[in-house]
């Protein structure tokens, strides 16, 4: 549990709509929509890494094979 300082100004405010908002609730699903984008970006991140390391190749002329079935199958 912890606590948020605010504005008195944003106090008065959220005090006027506390019946259409739980601000409780929106505080609780902004934490947790953050967490998840972090850990998504951490995990790209970690896909992108491993991927930079990877050691491997195209057989040659893969690329040129696969243009040439894709002509002839049309």
Same mark, same amino acid.
């Given at each position: 549990?912890? @606590?948020?300082?605010?504005? *008195? ?8 709509? /506390?019946? /259409?908002?739980? $601000?409780? #609730? #929106?505080? !609780? ?6 967490i *998840? !984008? %972090? ?6 991140? =970690?896909? %992108?890494? !491993?991927?930079? +390391?990877?050691? $491997?190749?195209v057989?040659? +002329?893969? @690329?040129?094979?696969?243009? *040439?079935? =894709? *002509?002839? @199958? +049309?």
């Amino acid at each position: 549990m912890f @606590s948020v300082k605010i504005k *008195r100004e944003v106090k008065e405010k959220m005090e006027r709509y /506390r019946d /259409r908002v739980n $601000w409780a #609730e #929106e505080v !609780r699903r902004f934490i947790e929509e953050t967490i *998840r !984008r %972090l850990e998504a970006e951490e995990n790209f991140e =970690d896909v %992108l890494r !491993r991927l930079e +390391g990877a050691r $491997w190749q195209v057989p040659g +002329g893969y @690329s040129a094979a696969l243009v *040439r079935e =894709d *002509r002839d @199958s +049309g």
